[in-house]
Each structure stands twice: as C-alpha cells, then as structure tokens.
C-alpha cells in the first residue's frame, strides 16, 4: 500500500495557539504548553521568576515581630517597585518590606484587608496606593502617609 | 455700622498665610481680625494656601456684630471623596480613576448610590497629590476631571500611561488623555474603542503596547503608531471568555490579570487556574501563574537570607500544574480528504536533552459528529519516531517532551496510507495533492 508524507509545521514558527479557536487543516496548535515560539521553533520555556511568598519565607511585624500571613489568593500578594523599596499589595492589607533588616521585615499601613486589586502611584519619591477598598497617601501637611477606606 | 470677625483654623493654615476678606471690600484679613462695614449683605472668601482646601466662599447679612469661622481641610483627599479604583503618576500629575461598586461581584449595572463617580477620572496638580475641588490651586488650572463613557453603567478601572498619554480602560470603553499646553494646561480626550475590560488587572504593557482582555473575552493590542493609538484585536476569545465568565472579586473567580515582564518583554495572562504567555504575538500556555513581576536587578531582599539575593524578577506565583514537560496538540486535520486514513508513522523533529522523554498521542475519530477517541501515549524513539498505526477521518496529534528545559520542536512529520478501499480508486490524484498541501 502506498505511504505518503504531510507535514506540520505552521504552528510550530508563529502564532502558535489558533487565534479563531479550532480550525481544520490550519497547521496551528490547539494546544502548546510550556513553550515559547522562536525562529527555531517551538522551545520549552517556563520564565524563571523568584517566588518570595513560598512556604519557607517567614514575614514578621516591625513592630511586634510576630509572623505575617500573606495569603496566598488571586489576584493577591501583589508586588510593587517604588522608588524608596518594595511593597506587597496583599489580601491583608498593604506593607512595605525593610531590605536592611536580617528578617523580611513588613511595615503595615494599617490599611486591613482588600478585595480589590491594588496599584500604585508615586510622586516626588512618595509612592501612593489605591484598591477601590482603600487609598493610601503621603499627605504633605501632617507629613504622614492619610489611610481613606471606603465608607 | 457692623462689625465682621471671622477665625480662621487649624493653626498650621494660619502659619502658612491662610485669610479672608468681604469680596470686593475688604484687602485679605488675618484670622480673628475685625472689620466695620455698613449693614447689608456680603461674601466671605478664603484665600488659597499650599496644601489645604479653601473653605467654601459664604454669604452673610451683617447687621450689628458677626462672627464666622472658616475652616481649611488639612486632607487632600476629600473627606467625601471615595477611594479610587486605580491610579497613575504620568508627567508629574497624579491621576485616578473609578470608584468600585457595592457589589463587586455583579455585572456593574448597579451604581452605587446615584454618584456617578464609578466614571470619574481626576488629574492632579502638577507635582503634588492636590486635585481639583479639593486642595488645588485653581488659578494654576492644572488639575481636573472628565467623565468617561456616556452613561451612568460605565466604569473606570485602570489608567495606565503609554508613551505621550494616558489610557483610562473602563467597562465599557477605553479613552485616550493626552496633554496639551494651550490654550490652557490639560488633557486633550479621545475614545479610542467602545468596548473595555472586566476588571483593573486586565491590562498590562510598556512605553509604547499594552495588552488587555476585553470584557469578550478576546485578546487586545494597544499600540503607539506614526498615525497615532491603534487597538487591534487579535482572537483568543475561545480561550480567555470562560476564564472571566464568572467573576468575582469576593469569591477571586475569574479575574483575569495581565502581567508584563518588562526584562523579556513577554505578558503572562492568569485568573489563577490557567496561565498563558504572550510573547512577540505568539500564544502559548504555561503551567506557572503570576500575580505580578518586579525586577530587581540584583537588589538584595534580606541582608540575612542569602538565597534572597536575586538576579532573578520576583513575583508571587501559583504553580498550577506539576508538569514539567513540553506539550503541544496539533489543529483537527483530515489532509484534506474524508476518507479512513491510517497513520502509520510519526516523527516529531526537533532536538531535546540526552536524558529527555519524548511521547506522542493522536486523537481520532470516523465522522465528524463524534468526540475524539486517543490512544495511550506512546514513547519515540531518541530520534524521536515512533509508529502508532491509528486509522480515522480526522485527526490531532499530541507530543510531550520531558522535561521541556533544552527542547525545540521545528515540525510533525506523518506518513499515512489511504486505508478506505472505496477511495482509493477514484482520489488518487487527489491523496498527492493532500500530501503535497497538508500542513
């Protein structure tokens, strides 16, 4: 009997997942996990971050060195670079993380918890955070930072 | 003849030169200073002072002796002011934008109270959070506030600036600010599409592309062009509408995030249970979430913890599955005849470690009303061959490479045999052209 070759190769050099979903004969994939497209083609890839919210780090109060709990729920713990260092956007409420200290060290605005996501703002060196819960920002009569919760 | 005395506070605002005067009777007043003036009716006004909100002008009759108070606010955001949902720093101003619902977990047809906030975007004074109504000076005219969309059902979720403006992405429309200088400090205002997103984490990006889910659920290109701001909308609706088909914020369902990786200039699109990568207009799936990525250029995180010192960006991330392999699946094919085919043979070309596992599984099916049946998995030789002998109509053939770390897939190659001995006859010609033409 007769053997006879096909190739399929688009969906290995762009593109990538069918963007119209399911279509036959496309040469595209329905399926591509852990890879990314190059020229070469389809190349495994899963991007190397850092987790620092696994189960062995251990965050503690500033102030009264008792373990933080940084829940781990989606959209949350968020990360934010500011200009005067790190801050975590969690479920539990908004911290900055002290880098001088030899613990990972959290100061808390007091802000309590959020549902809502957080972003940041920062201006004249003096980062700013809003969650639709809860504002937080530096204001420059009292020299402190104003914490707003939603009422 | 009357006497008029008004005390202004809190003492800070006295320090910093805080006054009043009968408008256009009185020179600026200091607190607690007494006036003589006829009986009649006048208006009290408060002079502008760094950082405190002007007490409101008030109206007065004065007939013998008056006594008001004025008081500056020490708060630069309003006492009445809800919290916004997001906000940005772009040129020096601070903007804001929204205000959530009672209800998160709605659709946002239900405004909260009768504000209309919910579509509010408010720009700051140039290099101070000072807004407008609030503790801006308003002869800068410098801050202000617009609201988005045409009704009352909008919403503001995210402003994010891209390259020489701002983007506010509401629910149902995404609108362009852009600063002009003339004829006064301010923000030129364009729509540029009527459909928005479903949430504040659905866009992500850099100077000049952001990328965002609408509320559809297909995946969106924002970017900066000679001609101007271009969205263009790319497909993935398949993929991304049931990822936010239920959403809450309360319950963390469906809550599609975008997150941009500045240092590989790829996007990781999540709502927590399936991650995918968007990375030079290519998408692929991952088995990693993350909520968010910050790069830290090697900065060190804990003076104590060594393995806290990175190179690498940090985030928060959810592994989502523990598979650590390379695994793709190919479109439904029929190499373009309705016929019994038999694959007899499949070659996935490429290269992968020494150590590495490649299998592959096919999905197939006689008629195109049934579901797909699969094999098992079936291990390749090294060079990747492996024979598995399936025979259908239609196809999808599935690879796996373990682990997936120095993998590259470049093809699939097939050989097959026409199997259905009715079509032989009268196709022949046409099972070249198939085999010339597949894929």
Redesign the interface.
């Known amino acids: 009997m007769k053997t006879y070759r096909a190739f399929i190769k688009e969906g290995f050099r762009g593109t990538g997942l069918n963007p119209y979903g399911e279509a036959r004969n496309s040469g595209l994939l329905t399926e591509a996990m852990n890879c990314s497209i190059s020229k070469r083609g389809l190349e495994g890839y899963i991007p190397d971050v850092k987790d620092i919210f696994s189960d062995d780090t251990t965050f503690v109060d500033s102030v009264t060195h008792v373990a933080v709990t940084i829940t781990k729920r989606w959209p949350f713990p968020q990360l934010f670079l500011t200009d005067v260092g790190l801050h975590i956007g969690a479920r539990e409420g908004l911290y900055y993380l002290n880098p001088s200290t030899p613990l990972m060290e959290l100061y808390s605005y007091g802000t309590g918890s959020v549902t809502w996501p957080w972003t940041c703002a920062e201006i004249n060196q003096r980062p700013m955070f809003t969650s639709g819960d809860v504002l937080v920002y530096y204001n420059d009569i009292s020299d402190a930072y104003v914490v707003k919760n939603y009422v | 003849m009357s006497n008029v005395t008004v005390t202004i506070s809190p003492a800070?605002a006295n320090t910093l030169g805080a006054k009043w005067c009968l408008a256009g009777v009185t020179e600026w007043l200091d607190s607690a200073e007494t006036v003589s003036v006829s009986n009649g009716s006048y208006t009290i006004q408060y002079k502008y002072i760094e950082?405190?909100s002007t007490p409101a002008e008030e109206d007065v009759t004065v007939t013998g002796t008056t006594t008001k108070t004025g008081t500056y606010g020490?708060?630069?955001?309003k006492?009445s002011?809800?919290?916004?949902?997001?906000?940005?720093?772009f040129r020096?101003q601070?903007?804001?934008c929204?205000?959530?619902h009672t209800s998160?977990d709605n659709t946002f047809s239900t405004l909260l109270g009768n504000t209309n906030d919910a579509r509010l975007v408010r720009w700051?004074e140039i290099?101070?959070?000072r807004f407008m109504g609030c503790t801006a000076n308003d002869l800068r005219n410098e801050a202000g506030e617009y609201y988005i969309g045409e009704s009352d059902s909008e919403m503001a979720l995210?402003v994010i600036p891209l390259h020489g403006s701002v983007i506010c992405y509401g629910s149902f429309s995404i609108t362009e600010f852009t600063p002009v200088k003339d004829p006064a400090p301010g923000f030129t205002i364009r729509k540029l599409a009527e459909y928005g997103i479903k949430?504040?984490?659905a866009v992500d990006g850099n100077d000049t592309t952001q990328v965002f889910i609408d509320r559809l659920g297909y995946?969106n290109v924002l970017t900066v062009t000679k001609t101007g701001t271009k969205v263009k909308r790319?497909?993935?609706?398949?993929?991304f509408s049931p990822m936010q088909e239920v959403f809450s914020?309360?319950s963390?369902e469906g809550?599609i995030?975008v997150v941009y990786?500045d240092e590989?200039d790829?996007y990781?699109i999540?709502?927590?249970?399936k991650s995918?990568?968007w990375?030079?207009?290519?998408?692929?799936?991952?088995?990693?979430?993350?909520?968010?990525?910050?790069?830290?250029g090697g900065?060190?995180?804990?003076?104590?913890?060594a393995s806290?010192l990175?190179e690498?960006?940090?985030?928060?991330?959810?592994l989502l599955?523990p598979?650590?392999?390379?695994?793709?699946?190919?479109?439904?094919?029929?190499?373009?005849m309705v016929a019994i085919k038999t694959i007899?043979s499949v070659e996935v070309v490429?290269s992968?470690s020494q150590d590495a596992v490649t299998e592959v599984m096919i999905q197939w099916k006689n008629n195109k009303g049934q579901p797909f049946r699969n094999t098992t998995w079936k291990r390749c030789s090294p060079m990747g061959f492996c024979a598995p002998m399936v025979s259908g109509v239609?196809f999808?053939?599935?690879a796996r490479?373990t682990?997936?770390?120095?993998?590259?897939?470049?093809?699939?190659?097939?050989?097959?045999?026409?199997?259905d001995k009715n079509s032989i006859r009268g196709n022949y010609t046409n099972?070249?052209t198939?085999?010339t033409n597949?894929?």
Not at chain 2, 234 to 239: A, T, V
Not at chain 2, 279 to 296: K, P, Q, R
Request: hydrophobic share 45%.
């Open positions: 800070g950082g405190y020490a708060l630069s955001w006492a002011w809800q919290p916004p949902i997001s906000m940005c720093f020096g601070v903007i804001t929204g205000v959530k998160p700051s290099g101070a959070f995210r949430n504040p984490l995946l790319i497909g993935y609706q398949d993929i914020f309360v963390s809550i995030s990786n590989e790829e990781y999540s709502n927590g249970l995918y990568l990375s030079s207009g290519d998408l692929t799936e991952m088995s990693i979430a993350f909520t968010s990525i910050v790069n830290m900065a060190i995180l804990s003076s104590h913890d806290a990175t690498k960006p940090i985030s928060a991330s959810t599955s598979s650590l392999s390379l695994l793709f699946g190919t479109d439904t094919f029929d190499l373009e007899v490429g992968w239609d999808r053939i599935f490479v682990p997936y770390i120095d993998a590259v897939i470049e093809s699939i190659n097939l050989e097959w045999q026409l199997t099972v070249n198939a085999s597949a894929g």
